[in-house]
């Protein structure tokens, strides 16, 4: 079922940003919005959330106009997390994740023991049962972000909305959080629609994409999108290009390469490898299976096998350099 | 109990036992269930009174501002609201008996003259933190709308007889004393009308807590909370200075050390606790006043710059 819909919709200040706008998600999804920065990606959150007005088109809830929706039934439907979360007022953790309750109290009523519930499931969800007491604007990036998602899942609406929660993030916190996003999407049904530019991160738990592209937005499957937008080179640049054999983007070398190596693993771990090929790559090294010069990777060394004569090396730093020197 | 329980409990205590005393004690000792001398007895009780509705009434201003502007420096006499309420009230004094013949409607016209003139500097405020990001020039612009005030005050005491002058010059030093049942009355009025819609703000205020897009996505109609901020601050502020002179730095000083005492981000707490510790520091004020006839104004700034100072170098 089509839980939120964006019809002919036309966004913008005085300029129109996004023309055409014509996407929806489903309850359940996980919907990905990827563009450069500047692209309209925040303009069109804002929209949906109502704090721009649109030019133009529809944006429907469950069929229904959000221009029927006041602020107070929205705060109901859609809750949100944005990207820059400066905090000016001293709150703890728990109180600031108990704000999430907000639109479903009147002034008289205090947190019920449905709302202690809801506000416990969204600490567990989210891991911070340790800084509950801390000062909110005492917290590291990572832990703030996922006491604001809390704070939203507390709000218990049917759509999260997100802008960016994966930037400031490490490695290991991001993937955190998309786990959280994979649990709420699984486990509540919820639909979470989010901004990136961890495109890479992004797709492997998303199921939906909106992606910006010259005032264009085109949505679908992930995967449909990314072969028909063709995401891979769109996001090469002069500078970078996708590597598939490393299944990343990489810097494009600078100058022509003028050697190339052929790597054979006979008993070294995938790792070594791996840094190996970075390594040679970042030093104008090309790999090319077809090379006279062989490098195998042994448990503690690499031996270098060129004319049928054996060199060995006990790091990849003696290796380059001896690469270097016989070039 | 709970620590805010236990605060409440006390500071009542204190409130009742201050007020015995503002009572009792003074130059001359009276014993208040004698009843020996009831004309400085309804005169300590009066001020007494006074001193209580400005205890109320400016930290819960003071309050309110820097919940909204998100400034803990902000207040009443900072932002320029206490001394754009004296501008009014020094047209009134300075021009009142040149325009108005009946004497009668001389306390109306200057409680509504200086309910304006905080008015109007509260929309000047509103209109100027919309383009401004900056805090601190945002005091900045506070002390502008002060100096003007004074500008324009000092054009009139240059322009005016002496005799109009004096009375300015009484007024604006601040006093707990001389306000008839009548005016009492008045005050205790505008109080209450300023501190209804002081509640209707706490619970607006209470979803800004995380700023003005998350109180929109909270549900929050941010325009009401602007408008019953916006009136509560005005009258709270317009209705002291009026009958009290302008008492500068209270509304910063209460609400600091209240959220020294308690969780700062729960508002209505912080309300309840401003008011009360409002009340008895007043009070205190007013005691040492029975004694030495010194002016409100300048116990307040002896106490409350060293406090603002603080808070400045804290940041």
Same mark, same amino acid.
């Given at each position: 079922?089509? %839980? ?20 929806? @998600? ?36 469950? #069929?229904?106009?959000?221009?029927? +929706? ?30 999430? &309750? ?34 909110? #604007? ?5 832990? &703030?972000?996922?006491? +604001? ?21 490490? @490695? ?7 786990? %959280? +996003? ?32 010259? #005032? ?5 499957? @992930? ?7 063709? %995401? ?16 990343? +983007? ?27 090929? &970075? ?45 270097? %020197?016989?070039? | ?6 605060? $409440?409990?006390?500071?009542?205590? $204190? ?24 004309? *400085? ?22 309050? /309110? ?40 409607? !001389? ?19 509103? =209109?100027?933190?919309?383009? =401004? ?31 109009? *002058? ?19 009355? *008045? ?5 209450? $009308? ?26 929050? !109609?941010?325009?009401? =909370?602007?408008?019953?901020? /916006? ?54 004020? !007013?005691?040492?006043? !029975?004694?030495? =006839? ?22």
């Amino acid at each position: 079922m089509k %839980i939120l819909e964006l019809q002919d919709l036309l966004i913008g200040y005085k300029k129109p940003i996004l023309q055409e706008v014509n996407a929806s @998600v489903n309850q359940g999804d996980i919907c990905v919005i990827l563009g450069r920065n500047g692209s309209g990606k925040s303009t069109l959150i804002k929209t949906i959330l109502k704090s721009i007005p649109k030019i133009k088109g529809n944006i429907k809830i469950n #069929n229904v106009e959000i221009e029927s +929706f006041n602020f107070e039934l929205l705060s109901q439907i859609i809750s949100v997390v944005y990207s820059q979360n400066i905090l000016e007022n001293e709150v703890n953790v728990y109180n600031l994740v108990a704000l999430g &309750r907000y639109p479903y109290k009147k002034w008289y009523e205090k947190l019920n023991k449905k709302d202690s519930l809801l506000i416990e499931k969204a600490i567990d969800y989210c891991g911070i049962s340790s800084i509950l007491n801390l000062n909110a #604007n005492e917290l590291s990036d990572g832990n &703030r972000q996922k006491v +604001f998602i809390a704070r939203a899942i507390v709000q218990n609406t049917p759509i999260l909305i997100l802008d960016e929660p994966l930037s400031y993030l490490d @490695v290991e916190n991001q993937f955190v959080i998309m786990k %959280i +996003f994979e649990e709420l999407s699984k486990n509540e049904n919820k639909t979470i629609l989010f901004t990136s530019h961890e495109w890479d991160q992004s797709l492997t738990i998303a199921n939906k994409m909106w992606y910006i592209n010259e #005032n264009q937005l085109t949505s679908g499957m @992930v995967e449909d999108v990314a072969i028909e937008k063709n %995401i891979i080179n769109a996001f090469s640049n002069e500078h970078f290009e996708f590597n598939f054999y490393l299944n990343k +983007f990489v810097p494009i070398l600078k100058q022509k390469s003028v050697k190339s190596v052929c790597v054979i693993c006979s008993d070294g771990k995938d790792e070594q490898i791996y840094w190996l090929t &970075r390594a040679l790559r970042k030093n104008n090294i090309l790999l090319d299976e077809n090379s006279e010069i062989q490098i195998i990777t042994k448990e503690k060394h690499y031996v270098l096998k060129e004319n049928s004569s054996d060199v060995s090396f006990k790091n990849i730093e003696d290796l380059i350099n001896y690469l270097k %020197i016989n070039e | 109990m709970k620590k805010f329980t236990i605060l $409440i409990y006390v500071f009542t205590f $204190i409130v009742i036992i201050l007020l015995y005393f503002s009572v009792q004690f003074g130059n001359s000792v009276i014993d208040v269930f004698k009843n020996e001398n009831s004309v *400085i007895l309804h005169y300590r009780f009066y001020k007494a009174i006074a001193a209580l509705l400005a205890g109320c009434c400016l930290p819960v201003s003071g309050f /309110l501002l820097q919940e909204l502007f998100k400034n803990p420096l902000a207040g009443p006499s900072v932002l320029g609201i206490s001394s754009s309420a004296g501008l009014g009230v020094a047209l009134v004094i300075f021009l009142g008996s040149n325009i108005f013949i009946i004497e009668e409607f !001389n306390q109306w016209i200057l409680v509504f003259s200086a309910l304006l003139g905080s008015f109007l500097c509260m929309i000047i405020l509103f =209109m100027i933190s919309k383009k =401004m990001n900056d805090k601190n020039s945002f005091i900045i612009i506070g002390f502008l709308i002060s100096a003007f005030g004074s500008a324009f005050i000092s054009f009139l005491e240059y322009i005016s007889p002496s005799d109009k *002058i004096k009375q300015y010059l009484v007024w604006s030093l601040g006093s707990f004393s001389g306000l008839s049942g009548e005016k009492l009355l *008045i005050f205790t009025l505008f109080s209450f $009308i300023g501190l209804i819609f002081a509640l209707f703000s706490v619970q607006l205020l209470k979803g800004n807590l995380l700023g003005e897009n998350y109180a929109k996505s909270l549900g929050v !109609n941010l325009n009401k =909370m602007k408008i019953y901020i /916006l009136l509560s601050t005005s009258i709270l502020t317009g209705i002291t200075t009026a009958f009290l002179g302008p008492i500068a730095f209270i509304g910063i000083i209460i609400p600091f050390f209240c959220r020294k005492l308690i969780n700062p981000s729960k508002l209505w707490k912080q309300l309840i606790l401003n008011i009360l510790i409002g009340i008895c520091f007043m009070l205190c004020i !007013n005691i040492i006043s !029975n004694y030495i =006839m010194l002016p409100i104004n300048i116990l307040t700034s002896i106490i409350g710059i060293p406090v603002i100072l603080f808070i400045i170098l804290k940041k």
